[in-house]
């Protein structure tokens, strides 16, 4: 099946700084999807995008789909961004395979 | 919109017991989903509707799980007989159509004792 990297597993930032994660897929998509999951659990769709660019206020995402790859960017970041941020992808329709996540902790 | 609901936030029971989760999904969505979440194995599909038809099946683990969803507005997951290692949180998340922005539940934390 499709194999799904995510980059880097874990990471600390500052408050205010800056942070690109990354996500690599072995195969063809149509569907890719990136999820925060807060400390309480709660799963929160950013954004869909199987190509292209989109911005949602801090946060962006690219979509390479001939490389197989995607970002995530975060600017300015707060500690409100804590928790794991996953990438899904899908050969077709919603069947989406998620990667192992980035936890990401932002200090004050 | 209210979103996604689940039912029970929390389960506790012992191995041997039934358990029925519950998920109501978005008004107007017509796919739901089921996805277990563990430690060891992260997020995994188990199985999701279309149009309340179930489409895929295939990460249901073993014939303890079944899974139904009568109408538009309502599926079960059930567990029967339970066994410690179904302990797990259960998400239940719906779209639009086969190919759209996913939204998730709150969950179920599962203990199976």
């Known amino acids: 099946g499709i194999q799904v990297e995510q980059s880097p597993p874990d990471l600390i930032l500052q408050e205010g700084a800056n942070s690109t994660l990354r996500c690599n897929f072995s195969d063809s998509v149509n569907n890719l999807q990136w999820f925060h999951q807060n400390p309480w659990g709660q799963l929160i769709n950013l954004f869909y995008i199987p190509s292209g660019t989109k911005q949602n206020g801090r946060l962006s995402a690219t979509t390479v789909a001939t490389e197989r790859y995607s970002l995530l960017y975060i600017s300015s970041s707060q500690t409100t961004d804590s928790g794991v941020y996953f990438c899904?992808?899908?050969?077709?329709?919603?069947?989406?395979?998620f990667g192992a996540g980035t936890i990401l902790r932002v200090k004050s | 919109d209210a979103g996604v609901i689940q039912s029970p936030r929390h389960e506790v029971t012992e191995m041997g017991q039934e358990v029925t989760l519950r998920c109501k999904p978005i008004?107007?969505?017509?796919?739901l989903f089921w996805y277990r979440q563990t430690m060891m194995r992260g997020l995994e599909l188990l199985i999701y509707?279309?149009?309340?038809?179930?489409?895929?099946d295939s990460g249901m683990p073993e014939d303890r799980f079944s899974a139904k969803m009568p109408n538009a507005s309502f599926s079960t997951l059930k567990i029967q007989p339970s066994e410690p290692r179904d302990s797990a949180v259960y998400f239940c998340?719906?779209?639009?159509?086969?190919?759209?922005?996913?939204?998730f539940g709150s969950g179920t934390q599962l203990s199976v004792l």
């Open positions: 008004s107007g969505h017509n796919s």
């Open positions: 998340a719906s779209s639009l159509s086969q190919n759209e922005k996913l939204f």
């Open positions: 899904a992808v899908a050969l077709y329709g919603n069947k989406l395979v």
């Open positions: 509707f279309n149009n309340n038809v179930p489409i895929d």
